[in-house]
C-alpha cells in the first residue's frame, strides 16, 4: 500500500494541465499497475467510465508487458492505439504507474510523445524513487 | 496495493477471487452486482471466451461509503480459472490487498482446488507476497449440490486439504443461490480494511 | 511534372516519421531529403517556398522541442499536405498552386507572430525579446519575405530570409525552455516527494476488530429495502447465461442491466436517482480558476437539476447553497473566491455524500445542519471582506441579496425540522399507545 501526498497530487494535475490539455488531449488519466486511478483529467468532454478504463488499462499494459518478456524484450514501454476519432497512447512513468493521453486528430503523435517524455520526467521527479 | 489519494480522500482496494475453473468465481461477483445493483452504480465489466468462460477477468467496483472521512472503494477481481490461463492469474494478483479463494466442494474437483491454491501460493510469491500474510478468506462452495447425487466433499475435508495450515476464516456457500455470497465479501473487506487501519487513523 | 509522388516519395516518409517520433535523427533526415528536391526544383517558387517552411519549422521543432508551439506540427503537416496537392495535382494551374503556398505561408506568418507574443510574455523575456519592437512590425516583415520569396530572383535572398526569422524563433524559445525548465511550483514539491510517499507491506491481523468498516459494511451489504430473492437470482442468472453464451472471444461485456430495468425503490425513499456528475464537473473545474462560462454552467446546471427533480428533497439545500455561492462569485468573484470555492466542494461532497450511502435519512439532518452552519460562516466573511474593500453601496446590495437567501433557506430548513419532529413524537405516541 501506498500514500501520495494532497500536494503530490495536486502537483500532477498542473503537470497534466499545463503539458497535456493544453495540446489539445481531451484525457490525461494516470493509473498505477493494479488498476487505480491515482489522476484524472479531461477537457470536459469525455464522459467514458473511467473507474472500468482503468482496470482495462492496466490488464492491457500487463499484458503486453508479458507478451515483451515472451519475445524476450524487458518491456514495452509504449503503446498506442489509433481510432477514427480518438487515439489513445499509453506510457509507462515507473514500474508502478502508467500515463494515458486520449486524444483527437488534431494532435500530432510526435509532438505527443515528445510531450508525455517531458511530463513523464516531471512526474518521477514529484513520485520520487 | 491498496492506493490512499489524500486530495480526493479516498481508498482503493483491490480484492481478487481465485480459484480453480468452473468454481463459481465470476458467479459470486454476478450475485453481488444483480443484489446490490441500485447501490453498486458501476458496471461489470467482464472480458470472456466463447461460452461464458472467463478470458483475462471480470471487474467490479464498489464504492462502500466512508470511514473516517474517507471513501473506501473496493474493486473485486477475478481471474480466469482454467489452467492453461496461469499467466493472467498472475497478471491480476498484481497489487491485489485481499483475496476469496472459491474452492468446489466436488469431490471430483479435490484435485483442483489443491493445485489451484498451490499455484496461488507460487504465483503470489512472485509478487512477493506472503500467502500466511494477505488477507485471505476461503468459500467452499457449490452446497446447493448436496442431496442431488453428486458427491460432495465434508466440511473437514476441505479443511484438511485447505485450511490446515492458514487457518483462515471459511464459509460454506452456494454463488449460484447467494448463501455466504454476502458474508465472504464482507469478511475479506473486513479484514482487508483493518490491515488498512493504521493509514485511515 | 511527371509521376510527382514520386519524387517526394522520400520526404513523405521522413515527415511520416516525425508524425511517430520526433528525434533529432528523424529531423536531421528531413533536412536531409529536403536538398535534392530544392536542386531539382529551381525556379519552381511555389514549391521552393513550401521547401524552405517545412525545413525551417523541421529546424525549429529539433531544437525546440517540447517547448515548440503545438502548432508548428501541425503546420508541418499541412504543408506537406499543400505541397503534395500541388505535386500531384497534375492539372492545377500556377496561379491556384500560388493561391494554395501563399495560404500556407499567411500560416506560418500567423504562427511567428504568435511565437513573438508568446516571447512578450512576462517570465519569458529574453535578450533575443527587444529585437523589432513586437508584432507588428515582425508581421510586417513576414509580408515582405512572401514577396522576397515570390518574386526575388536568387534562391539565397530566400535562404537568407527565412534563417533570420528562424534564428529569432528558435534562439528565443530555447533560451525561455532553458530559463524555465519546469513550472515554478516544482522544484519544491519534488523534494518533499520522498517522505510524503510511503510504501507499506499489507499484513494479515488476525485478532482485530475494526468497529467502523463493520458498521459501514453491514449498511452497504443490509438487506433493507432489496426486493431480490435467492429464486430472482437464479431467474436472472439464467437468463443473463443464455444472453452470453454467444459472446465473441475477448468481447467486452458491459452489463446494461441496471439501466434497463426500473430502480427498485428503498423503503422510505420517495425520491427518484439524481446525477450529478456534470455538477461534479464543473465545481472540480473551478479549482482551476473560475470563468464566466463556468459560472453559466453552474447555474444553468443547477436550474436544470432543479427542474428536473422539483421535489427532491435532501438535495434542494444543497443546491440552494451552491446556487447562491454561485451567484455570489458571479457578481463579486475576487471576494473571498477561494473560500466560496472550497464552499462549492464541500457542500457538493455533502450533496454526493448523501446520494451515495443511498440512505439519505440517516445522516441528512446532521449534513443539513452543518451545511447551514458553514453557510453563515462563509456569509459572514464574504459579508465582512466586502466591508473591507468594496464600496458601500455594494455592500448594501450585497447584502440584501444575501439575507434573502439565507433567510429563505433557515425558513424551510426549520420547516422541515419542525415537520419531522412532529413525524417523531406521532410515532413515539402511538409506539407507547400500542
Known sequence: ?129 | MGFINVKKKEVQIKIVYYGPGRGGKTTNLDYINKKYKQRIKTEMVSIKTHGDRTLFFDFLPVDIGKIHGFDIKIQLYTVPGQVKYNATRKLVLKGVDGIVFVADLQKERRDSNLKSLEQMKENLLTHNKDVFKIPLVLQYNKIDLKGQGIPLLTVEEMEQDLNQELKVPFFVGSALAGDNVVETLKKIISMTLISFRKELQ | MGNGAEKIKELKAAILAIEWEITDEAMDNLTRTIEPLKEQWVGKKPLLVCLQVIGTLGQYIKKAREKAHPDAINLLHSVFATLETVITDEGMDDGRKIFLVRGAVEKYNNLKTQLAKRRKEPGRESPAGKLGGGAPSVAGQGGSTIRDLMEQKEDQAVDGAFNTIFQEMVSDDRAGAQSVPVPPAMPSVGDKAGPDAKEVVLARVDDEEFPEADSLLDDFFSEDGLAFSIAEAKAEKETHADETVEVDLGQIVVKKEKTAEPERPFERIEEEEITVDKLARIIQNMKYGISATLLKQLSEEIASLRSQHPDHYSVSLFMEVIAAVGRHLGTYGDVAADLSRNMLQTVYDRLAHSLFTMQPQKNLLSSHLETMHDFSKWHEQVVAELAERAAAGAKRELSAEMEETVKSIVRREVNQLRQELLEVIEKTKKAEES
Open chain 1, 1 to 129: 500500500m501506498y500514500n501520495v501526498s494532497q500536494e503530490q497530487l495536486e502537483t500532477i494535475d498542473v503537470v497534466l494541465k499545463e503539458d497535456l490539455l493544453s495540446i489539445g488531449v481531451h484525457c490525461a488519466i494516470i493509473i498505477d499497475v493494479a488498476g487505480n486511478t491515482i489522476a484524472h483529467l479531461d477537457n470536459g468532454l469525455c464522459s467514458f467510465d473511467a473507474v472500468s478504463f482503468a482496470a482495462l488499462a492496466a490488464g492491457n499494459f500487463a499484458a503486453v508487458d508479458a507478451m515483451a518478456k515472451l519475445v524476450g524484450e524487458q518491456q514495452f514501454s509504449l503503446h498506442f492505439h489509433r481510432g477514427e476519432n480518438e487515439s489513445i497512447h499509453f506510457s509507462k512513468v515507473n514500474e508502478d504507474i502508467l500515463l494515458i493521453c486520449i486524444f483527437g486528430q488534431d494532435v500530432s503523435l510526435g509532438f505527443l510523445r515528445l510531450k508525455t517524455t517531458e511530463v513523464i520526467d516531471k512526474i518521477r521527479l514529484i513520485w520520487g524513487r
